[in-house]
């Protein structure tokens, strides 16, 4: 079992940035990283994944604004927001993967005013 928890989310203009962090209660060595949100009346997205290897990959609308990545060592993942819109508000959850594991965090909430 691994306990992920989200941090960072806020308030924050738009063409802001903000870094949101995911810890977790153990090793992510060999575990795939996502993040994810869900914004009210939709259903969850992915927003970007990072592998185990370190191999990246965006979802459209957030490519060349977000960055992922990750500190094995510090057993955290990370997310860049930068130039943020207000579409682009919503709880954004963590996620980990490997073969039959599936864990996620509880979210952090953020929200973009125009």
């Known amino acids: 079992q691994v306990r992920l928890v989200e941090s960072g989310g806020g308030l924050v203009q738009a063409g802001g940035s903000l870094r949101l962090s995911c810890t977790a209660s153990?090793?992510?060595?060999?575990?795939?990283m996502g993040w994810y949100r869900q914004a009210p009346g939709n259903q969850r997205e992915l927003v970007a994944h990072?592998?185990?290897?370190?191999?990246?990959n965006y979802a459209d609308f957030v490519k060349g604004r977000f960055t992922i990545s990750r500190d094995n060592a510090k057993k955290a993942v990370y997310l860049q927001m930068n130039s943020l819109k207000p579409e682009d508000t919503a709880v954004y959850y963590c996620?980990?993967?490997?073969?039959?594991?599936?864990?996620w965090g509880k979210g952090t909430l953020v929200t973009v005013s125009s």
């Open positions: 153990g090793s992510i060595f060999w575990l795939a």
């Open positions: 990072i592998g185990s290897s370190g191999s990246t």
């Open positions: 996620n980990a993967k490997r073969s039959d594991m599936d864990y």
